[in-house]
């Protein structure tokens, strides 16, 4: 069979200008995700930081931002190893994907006694960990793909003080946590303020107290930007525990859509070929 050169050359062209249509959306996509995210960091940083829009919170995490992650990977080892564990990670992949030199790997993160190869564990055992805190701490392998990155961001940002609480702390993401406010000395200490606010229902007027915001009674080391950069640092470092090949996956992605955009018109053109003398 043979192939008309104005037709192959048409061809051609409209496949050029798919291309270029596929790469320009790809492009326009990913801005539109980074303004997005920048916006949300600045309505956050305008509400004060201290929980009064913590139902609107969002993480705005990045797995391929390689600092971040690092910077992660330090806080958990400073204030989450103690309790919890990654039990499906080891210290080496996580060194390895995050280029993390062997050497600092050993001198900042590693506890003593584990090697690379091992997973990391936490050092408390169940049992005592039962008794102080009426539960085991969980695993945090899995979190931020059971939970969602924002709920994480969000109840790390909204601890407050509470007398009633063994703890000496409440949260509003999660009420009645068994989890102490350990990252108090970087965030300071706050309180909830709550207002009445009446509903209307079948049976009259109802009065609840609501939450409404938070006011600060003792400063933390951190300010309420850099508090709120540190928990987002933590939260994308679960984020990339819990799926550690995301970013590779999602690079591949858009190769994998162009070639199937590809793959989709060349079928196109066949079929117009064999059919072409067919009434």
């Given at each position: 069979?043979?192939?008309?050169?104005?037709?192959?050359?048409?061809?051609?062209?409209?496949?050029?200008?798919?291309?270029?249509?596929?790469?320009?959306?790809?492009?326009?996509?990913?801005?539109?995700?980074?303004?997005?995210?920048?916006?949300?960091?600045?309505?956050?940083?305008?509400?004060?930081?201290?929980?009064?829009?913590?139902?609107?919170?969002?993480?705005?995490?990045?797995?391929?931002?390689?600092?971040?992650?690092?910077?992660?990977?330090?806080?958990?080892?400073?204030?989450?190893?103690?309790?919890?564990?990654?039990?499906?990670?080891?210290?080496?992949r996580m060194a390895q994907d995050l280029e993390i030199p062997e050497s600092l790997l050993?001198?900042?993160?590693?506890?003593?006694?584990?090697?690379?190869?091992?997973?990391?564990?936490?050092?408390?055992?169940?049992?005592?960990?039962?008794?102080?805190?009426?539960?085991?701490?969980?695993?945090?392998?899995?979190?931020?793909?059971?939970?969602?990155?924002?709920?994480?961001?969000?109840?790390?940002?909204?601890?407050?003080?509470?007398?009633a609480r063994p703890t000496g702390a409440n949260n509003l993401q999660l009420p009645a946590?068994?989890?102490?406010?350990?990252?108090?000395?970087?965030?300071?200490?706050?309180?909830?303020?709550?207002?009445?606010?009446?509903?209307?229902?079948?049976?009259?007027?109802?009065?609840?107290?609501v939450f409404d915001h938070f006011e600060q009674i003792a400063p933390g080391r951190l300010?309420?930007?850099?508090?709120?950069?540190?928990?987002?640092?933590?939260?994308?470092?679960?984020?990339?525990?819990?799926?550690?090949?995301?970013?590779?996956?999602?690079?591949?992605?858009?190769?994998?859509?162009?070639?199937?955009?590809?793959?989709?018109?060349?079928?196109?053109?066949?079929?117009?070929?064999?059919?072409?003398?067919?009434?």
């Amino acid at each position: 069979m043979l192939i008309n050169p104005m037709r192959t050359n048409k061809a051609r062209v409209a496949l050029r200008r798919l291309l270029v249509v596929a790469v320009a959306e790809c492009v326009l996509v990913t801005g539109a995700a980074a303004l997005l995210g920048t916006a949300h960091a600045a309505e956050e940083g305008a509400g004060g930081g201290l929980g009064s829009n913590w139902k609107t919170s969002h993480a705005n995490t990045d797995v391929q931002d390689k600092a971040s992650l690092q910077r992660g990977a330090r806080n958990f080892v400073s204030y989450c190893l103690g309790c919890h564990s990654l039990k499906y990670q080891r210290w080496s992949r996580m060194a390895q994907d995050l280029e993390i030199p062997e050497s600092l790997l050993e001198k900042d993160l590693l506890p003593a006694g584990d090697k690379p190869a091992h997973y990391i564990l936490t050092s408390m055992p169940a049992a005592d960990a039962e008794t102080w805190f009426g539960k085991t701490p969980p695993d945090l392998s899995l979190i931020a793909r059971s939970r969602g990155k924002d709920y994480l961001y969000r109840f790390l940002t909204t601890f407050y003080i509470d007398p009633a609480r063994p703890t000496g702390a409440n949260n509003l993401q999660l009420p009645a946590t068994a989890m102490p406010a350990v990252l108090s000395e970087l965030e300071g200490v706050k309180r909830a303020i709550y207002k009445n606010e009446e509903t209307h229902g079948a049976n009259g007027n109802t009065t609840e107290q609501v939450f409404d915001h938070f006011e600060q009674i003792a400063p933390g080391r951190l300010s309420t930007a850099e508090y709120a950069a540190f928990v987002r640092d933590t939260v994308n470092f679960l984020d990339y525990v819990g799926e550690p090949t995301q970013a590779a996956r999602r690079s591949l992605g858009i190769w994998v859509v162009l070639f199937l955009l590809v793959f989709t018109w060349l079928a196109w053109l066949m079929k117009k070929e064999y059919w072409k003398d067919v009434d």
